[in-house]
């Protein structure tokens, strides 16, 4: 039985999706090889699950960030695989090579969302693994969001406006890149040879597949120039390159790091003895806080001091 996931979901005629229909759209090529991309990126996640469990606990940081990335990316892929997630939108290029020729082109805005949710994961990885500061990656991640929702709109612009957005989305970039480049591959070194190492295999890798995305942004969404199955190709290669390979060397990388040296002491529930049995260590005056320090090895969070002189009213004191 052959892939009938395009006439299946079309309505009322394959391709045919909020009162419009794409004439420039996948075949079934290009649906089965959204489903490969599919299996890959499901394949990879159990992988890295299964992998966190030769962790301890208070170490699986980074195999649940990567694992989140490819399960969301496999999900997208399956959306774009049965054409779903997608609207037609006028060309602002009328091509006359039979491929692309037509008045509208099947858009997949699923591709955004899962870059809206996948793109700021994977800088947190990257991020992370520097040993950046919250404000910083907090930051970074804002004009990621911003690189991405504004070539969603792009691609759903049908006039030469859609270049405006591009362009706005490309100085995002630009910034985004500049944080991966210089500000966190500095902190990177200072933590030492092996992060450092870790750190600029993945960041390389990292910014020169982000510099080719514009570039099948332009070829496709924007310019109409390449057909929706080597549109489809184009990105997949990409999205397994930036998802799952990334992950590998990223992983690998930090086999032998101890999250604590890039700042992230995630406590487990076994690791305080006070913890164990229900007892809890704020108490005769002592100061517990949320196991979380920041990257030069202070503690970050809350820190309560709970016991008071007796008879007095005082009330818990909270030094944040």
């Not at 597949?209 to 080597?230: H, K, Q, R, T």
């Not at 700042?263 to 529930?269: M, T």
Request: glycine content about 12%.
């Amino acid at each position: 039985m052959g892939n009938g996931a395009i006439v299946a979901n079309g309505h009322p005629v394959p391709h045919g999706v909020n009162n419009g229909v794409s004439d420039i759209a996948i075949t079934t090529h290009g649906s089965d090889w959204y489903y490969a991309v599919t299996a890959i990126m499901f394949v990879s996640t159990l992988a890295i699950i299964g992998l966190s469990f030769t962790k301890p606990r208070s170490h699986r940081i980074f195999h649940y960030i990567t694992g989140a990335i490819t399960l969301v990316a496999s999900i997208a892929y399956f959306t774009m695989g049965s054409d779903l997630g997608q609207t037609p939108i006028g060309v602002e290029f009328v091509r006359s090579n039979s491929k692309v020729h037509g008045i509208y082109r099947e858009i997949f805005y699923v591709r955004y969302i899962d870059w809206v949710i996948t793109t700021p994961l994977l800088l947190l990885d990257l991020l992370l693994t520097a040993g950046l500061p919250w404000p910083t990656i907090l930051y970074t991640i804002l004009i990621d969001e911003v690189m991405i929702i504004t070539g969603l709109v792009g691609a759903l612009v049908q006039s030469s406006y859609k270049w405006g957005y591009f362009t706005f989305g490309f100085v995002a970039f630009l910034w985004v890149g500049w944080t991966i480049t210089w500000t966190a591959r500095k902190h990177a070194v200072a933590l030492g040879p092996e992060i450092s190492r870790t750190y600029l295999i993945c960041g390389v890798w990292t910014i020169f597949l982000w510099f080719l995305y514009p570039i099948a942004w332009g070829l496709s969404e924007g310019g109409n120039v390449i057909a929706p199955d080597s549109e489809a190709v184009f990105y997949g290669i990409l999205d397994i390159l930036a998802k799952p390979v990334f992950g590998a060397l990223l992983l690998w990388g930090h086999r032998n790091i101890d999250p604590a040296r890039l700042g992230l002491h995630v406590r487990d529930y076994g690791d305080d003895p006070a913890l164990v049995g229900g007892t809890h260590s704020a108490h005769h005056g002592e100061k517990s806080h949320n196991g979380l320090s920041a990257g030069d090895g202070t503690t970050a969070g809350t820190t309560t001091t709970a016991a008071a002189a007796p008879g007095t009213n005082t009330a818990p004191t909270l030094n944040v």
